[in-house]
Each structure stands twice: as C-alpha cells, then as structure tokens.
T-cell receptor, first 112, second 117 residues
Framework: SQKIEQNSEALNIQEGKTATLTCNYTNYSPAYLQWYRQDPGRGPVFLLLIRENEKEKRKERLKVTFDTTLKQSLFHITASQPADSATYLCALDRGGSYIPTFGRGTSLIVHP | GAGVSQSPSNKVTEKGKDVELRCDPISGHTALYWYRQSLGQGLEFLIYFQGNSAPDKSGLPSDRFSAERTGGSVSTLTIQRTQQEDSAVYLC???????????????FGEGSRLTVL
C-alpha cells in the first residue's frame, strides 16, 4: 500500500542552526510534493511545491529537495528561529488525481 | 475575509445526533477539499469537489458522511448519527483549478473541532 513517512519524534535544534526534516514514501510515483506548516489549533499553511523533474527549490530560508530514486524529500530551514517552531507536513499527489495525501508531520522545536 | 472560512469552530454533540459543518472557500477557487485530523494524526482525505465534475467521495469513511457543494461555492459536510470515533478536527481547503499537472497551493481554513460525547 502507499505510504508516506515522516519522523514522528520531534526535532529539537538550537536557534541559528539548520533544521532538516525528512519525508519518505513508498509505492508512489508522485508528480509533485508539497510542504506545509501547521501551528497548534490552526490549519496548515502552504510553504513550497516541488515537481518530480525538479531536484531542488528554494524560498528565502527554506530549501526542498526531491529525489525520486530514493523516494525522499528533504526540507531544510537555514538560520532557524524560535518562530519556526511548528509541525511540518509533506503531501504527495495521488497519481494525478489532484488530491494531496499528507504525512503525519514532524514537530520542529527551535530553542533560543 | 479573504481566506477560507469554516463554521462552527467548535461543536460538541451527543452520540447519535447529526451535525453539519460549513466551509466558505476563497472566491474563484474551483477546487474544494475536506480532510479530518484526529489528535496526533495526519490529515485524512474525505471528499474533493472540482468545478462541476462529480465529487471524489472515495475518502468518506462510512455512509453516515456526506457532503455537498452548492453553486460551486459553499460546502456542507454532514455527519449523521455521530459516533465517538468521529471526534476530530474537520479541515476544509480550497485551491485554484489544477494546472501543469499539479494541484498547487491548498488554502486551509482553521477547522471545525467536533467532539462527540
């Protein structure tokens, strides 16, 4: 069955360091992958979309990579700040049906 | 407002009662999604509307769940004969029509928290 895996353990890092979150998938051939941020009690907020033919995408302090051979996406936040603390969700399309399937998310905690 | 609006924000009901959750998407967004999120869980897809096409109901967990979208805008998710396992946050999202093979950015509402006693 199709599966999306994100580390269920919270990632704790110090302010100023680079945070790296992982999204692995199996039995998928996604055309694109999205990353969202979710704060407690709020709806997810879109951050970045990367297509299968793109290796890397950047937006300000954010960088996403997409390796379709490894079936993995890495999400990096450089110069992390306490305000970056949140849960980060990855989402893959369901084979072109335009319905993103979400992972469970990884909680990031940035300590001052 | 310019964002996706959901109501009620909180709903407490007794087991066996029916509930209706409302979603007002961003104007001009032809795609509308319902997901639910249980405590500590990921987002579970429920139903997808795209323009005038028949909705994709493949995520609805049982026939107690139904949804409609009137006039291509407002959507209502109805849960009949609620059960305790229906307790969750129900999230609505809208987006522009797909292009270039991708859905693009989903805009989520703040969710409706349903508690079934």
């Amino acid at each position: 069955s199709q599966k999306i895996e994100q580390n269920s353990e919270a990632l704790n890092i110090q302010e100023g360091k680079t945070a790296t979150l992982t999204c692995n998938y199996t039995n998928y051939s996604p055309a694109y992958l999205q990353w969202y941020r979710q704060d407690p009690g709020r709806g997810p907020v879109f951050l970045l979309l990367i297509r299968e033919n793109e290796k890397e995408k950047r937006k300000e302090r954010l960088k996403v990579t997409f390796d379709t051979t490894l079936k993995q996406s890495l999400f990096h936040i450089t110069a992390s700040q306490p305000a970056d603390s949140a849960t980060y969700l990855c989402a893959l399309d369901r084979g072109g049906s335009y319905i993103p399937t979400f992972g469970r998310g990884t909680s990031l905690i940035v300590h001052p | 407002g310019a964002g996706v609006s959901q109501s009620p924000s909180n709903k407490v009901t007794e087991k066996g009662k029916d509930v209706e959750l409302r979603c007002d998407p961003i104007s001009g967004h032809t795609a509308l999604y319902w997901y639910r999120q249980s405590l500590g869980q990921g987002l579970e897809f429920l139903i997808y509307f795209q323009g005038n096409s028949a909705p994709d109901k493949s995520g609805l967990p049982s026939d107690r769940f139904s949804a409609e979208r009137t006039g291509g805008s407002v959507s209502t998710l109805t849960i009949q004969r609620t059960q305790q396992e229906d307790s969750a946050v129900y999230l609505c999202a809208s987006s522009l029509a797909p292009s270039g093979g991708a859905t693009g950015e989903l805009f989520f509402g703040e969710g409706s928290r349903l508690t079934v006693l």
